[in-house]
């Protein structure tokens, strides 16, 4: 419910975050009379995307206990792992020019379809990406409730926080927010790859190397428990994990979260004493070569 809660009020902040943009290059363009259509491309992208999760769900449920299922389990959790990742580095690298791409796009759509589906496409894809990570955390458990009180928290979390943001003028560190959330999501995707790795190991015989467990908790830390599935859902926690998902899941973060690391970390800028001292020597290079 935690890990639900958190991806949506991460998705739903971003989500806001496009529509937010779309109706200022509007108002920009003083094309307010087109509002409509952004607001029916948005209602239509959420309505599509919980489509597609329910038709997602029924279907893998229909294959219940079945090889199909383990392998469908299976291929969630990897492109999950795939979407989550480069989701957290795609908006990273965007973040400072999402504003301009998306007020160059709606100046150039200049009628109420066009505004329409940018909105379609641009919410959808959010949409769909969350479907699909929620398809990937419900496969986990079967407390199907608790995932949409999760989903729910998240939503209100994340209107309110859109409501503290654009009507009182509450102002967000959208770089160090989305950093943080990059982070979790990191956590969550190492969790999934592990999970991945467990079926293929388990259930489909796939990876029959690395096989060994490294240690059983189950007695005092069971991932039954709360404690236990709270920190599953977080952090991909394992009372009982395999030499090869413990090494998977140590390997992608150390690779992933260096790298997302280095990515969002602030240049050091230089003393003053070393500026004062750089200058007078790059003069004296330019005066030398002149």
């Known amino acids: 419910m935690l890990a639900t809660a958190i991806l949506y009020l991460r998705e739903g902040l971003e989500a806001s975050l496009i529509v937010s943009i779309l109706l200022a290059a509007l108002r920009q363009l ?17 309505l599509c995307s919980f489509l597609a999760a329910l038709a997602l ?9 079945t090889w199909f299922e383990a392998v469908f389990e ?7 792992v ?3 990742t480069s989701m957290t580095f795609w908006m990273q690298q965007h973040s400072r020019t999402l504003k301009r791409e998306m007020m ?7 009628s109420g379809l066009a505004l329409g589906l940018l909105a379609f496409t641009s919410v959808g894809r959010e949409g769909l990406e969350t479907a699909f990570f929620t398809l990937a955390f419900a496969l986990q458990t079967h407390e199907a409730p608790l995932l949409m009180l999760g989903a729910l928290i998240g939503l209100l979390l994340a209107v309110a926080l859109c409501f503290l943001i654009y009507r009182l ?17 990191l956590f969550f995707a190492a969790g999934l790859l592990g999970n991945a790795v467990q079926t293929m190991q388990e ?20 991932e039954e428990s709360t404690v236990g599935s709270l920190l599953h859902g977080l952090l991909g926690y394992s009372d009982a994990p395999t030499l090869l998902r413990a090494g998977v899941y140590v390997a992608f973060l150390l690779i992933f979260g260096t790298l997302f690391w280095r990515l969002t ?10 500026s004062s001292q750089t200058l007078p020597a790059e003069a004296a290079t330019k005066g030398a070569s002149h």
């Open 82 to 84: 795939v979407l989550l």
């Open 203 to 222: 259930e489909l015989h796939w990876l029959p190397f690395g096989t060994t467990v490294l240690w059983d908790s189950s007695g005092w830390l069971s």
């Open 74 to 80: 299976t291929v969630t959790y990897l492109v999950a």
């Open 57 to 65: 769900y029924v279907t893998v449920r229909i294959y219940d206990g």
């Open 104 to 110: 160059t796009k709606a100046s150039m759509a200049s």
């Open 265 to 274: 970390r602030k240049p050091v800028p230089l003393p003053p004493a070393q």
């Open 169 to 185: 003028g509450y102002r967000l560190d959208y770089r160090r927010f989305f950093r943080v959330m990059g982070l979790l999501l």
């Open 30 to 46: 003083q094309l307010m009379r087109q509002a409509r259509a952004v607001w029916i491309g948005v209602a239509l992208a959420v």
